[in-house]
């Protein structure tokens, strides 16, 4: 009874490959966020959507977009990997100011 | 915008024993703080949470205080297991309609058989 699922779970790609990581959930949360986490340091804040309203991060790359075409699913786009994207990415999601609840992650890899 | 420090970074502590992790956050407007247990190579998992209206929690072996005025909050971990060895992040949210987490930097606890 998975509330918050991420495929895939790893993800091997090219140098300059785009790749797309979705999220999906089940808790019919109105916000869902994604995360960057690298080699346990806390999770990075990349953009989050509140309902439909789209939030990105003033860091974050332009190289990562998000899409949200319903409540149940998120996606994460990266258009162009770079060898320093390789990172676990979360996803969370939550009701407005309640507690966030994260996915498994996907691990990406760039070669 | 809100800065969540994280102490200690790392931690080893004797099987039995307590540990304790400490945050302080730079907002005052912050009113929720909950606390993320991060195993290698899983997903962060809420252990415990507390909102500003409220001092102190507690959930069998884990408890956290939060000091108001101080701008700092603690998770305290007794009976240590060696399960418990992870990751601990702390973080803080100023609610209200903003739904962003600040995370800590993380403290890596071992427990020692």
């Known amino acids: ?111 | 915008g809100e800065n969540v420090e994280q102490h200690p970074s790392t931690l080893s502590v004797q099987e039995g024993d307590s540990a304790v992790i400490k945050c302080t956050y730079s907002d005052s407007a912050s009113n929720y703080f909950p606390w993320y247990k991060q195993e290698l190579g899983k997903r962060p998992q809420l252990i415990i949470d507390i909102r500003s209206n409220v001092g102190e929690k507690k959930d069998q072996r884990i408890a956290v205080t939060l000091n108001k005025t101080a701008k700092h909050f603690s998770l305290h971990i007794t009976e240590t297991q060696p399960e418990d060895s992870a990751v601990y992040f702390c973080a803080a949210t100023p609610g209200l309609g903003n739904e962003k987490l600040t995370f800590g930097t993380g403290t890596r606890l071992t427990i020692i058989p």
């Open chain 1, 1 to 111: 009874d998975a509330m918050v699922i991420q495929n895939p779970r790893y993800q091997v790609t090219q140098f300059g490959k785009p790749v797309t990581l979705s999220c999906s959930q089940t808790l019919n949360h109105n916000v869902m966020y994604w995360y960057q986490q690298k080699s346990s340091q806390a999770p990075k804040l990349l953009f989050h959507y509140y309902d439909k309203d789209f939030n990105n991060e003033a860091d974050t790359p332009d190289n990562f977009q998000s899409r949200r075409p319903n409540t149940s699913f998120c996606f994460l786009d990266i258009r162009s990997p770079g060898l320093g994207d390789a990172a676990m990415y979360l996803c969370a999601t939550s009701l407005t100011e309640e507690t966030q609840y994260f996915g498994p992650g996907t691990r990406l890899l760039v070669l």
